[in-house]
């Protein structure tokens, strides 16, 4: 019987992995570059969800934007403040539980990878909270999990549900298709979504690169 990872115990996992990066070169690869015009544009802080080693954060830094890097793992927080001792906030906290940002905050939310763990409910939680706290025609960018992703855990384990996977020790990852892509983003503008390869992993790894923008109610 399959049992959910314990958060504890992925924060523990997730912070031993960062430890491990900690010396390690920030690589970042060129997909931001598609949304040169929405970053020049914004004049607020951007939020980089689930910034991991910061591959992200380095790239908005040298386009000179102020960036508020935020993780889950305590150690990948460490390590973004000793990296770059410029940013003036970043932020350890659990995305399934809100995000710690006022309404309206900024033009554009990053989520590279980060928003592919999580159950359909879940998920569309965390989509309404990136809502609240983008301004009126904000953007997020994003990427996540293509259900071409063989290399990278796609179709293995057991599906709880439709693309939604849990491997034997409670690990869950989620991979999508157009159409997943479409009905998760269905309350969004979603400009633009593409299938792509990205080659920064020792194995190649496919996944959706994608624009949405907040509607206007």
């Known amino acids: 019987m399959l049992h959910k990872e314990p958060k504890e115990i992925a924060k523990e996992r997730w ?10 070169e920030i690589v970042y690869d060129d997909w931001l570059d598609s949304y ?12 980089d969800l689930g910034c991991g080693s910061g591959n992200n954060t380095k790239y908005l830094l040298e386009k000179g934007k ?17 990296r770059f001792p410029q940013i003036k906030q970043a932020k350890c906290f659990d995305m399934t539980n809100g995000l710690p940002f006022p ?18 409910e879940i998920t569309y939680n965390i989509l309404a909270e990136i809502t609240r706290v983008l301004k009126p025609k904000g953007f997020l960018c994003f990427r996540v999990n293509s259900v071409q992703d063989k290399n990278h855990g796609a ?8 693309h939604f ?7 869950q990852k989620r991979f999508f298709d157009k159409n997943d892509i479409e ?4 309350a969004w503008n979603l400009i633009f979504y593409q299938e792509e390869n990205m080659h920064r992993y020792e194995l190649n790894k496919v996944l959706w690169r994608c624009l949405a923008q907040k509607v206007l109610l």
């Open 155 to 162: 179709g293995q384990g057991k599906e709880m549900t439709k």
């Open 15 to 24: 912070n031993s992995e960062f430890a491990k990066r900690a010396n390690e």
């Open 165 to 171: 996977y849990e491997t034997a020790d409670g690990r």
């Open 103 to 120: 309404d309206n905050f900024t033009d554009i939310v990053i989520a590279d990878l980060s928003l592919h763990y999580f159950s359909e």
């Open 36 to 47: 040169e015009k929405e970053i020049n544009a914004c004049k607020f802080p951007i939020i």
């Open 183 to 186: 009905i998760f983003w269905q």
């Open 66 to 82: 102020e960036v508020i890097p935020c993780d889950f793992a305590e150690k990948a927080i460490t390590n973004i403040k000793r």
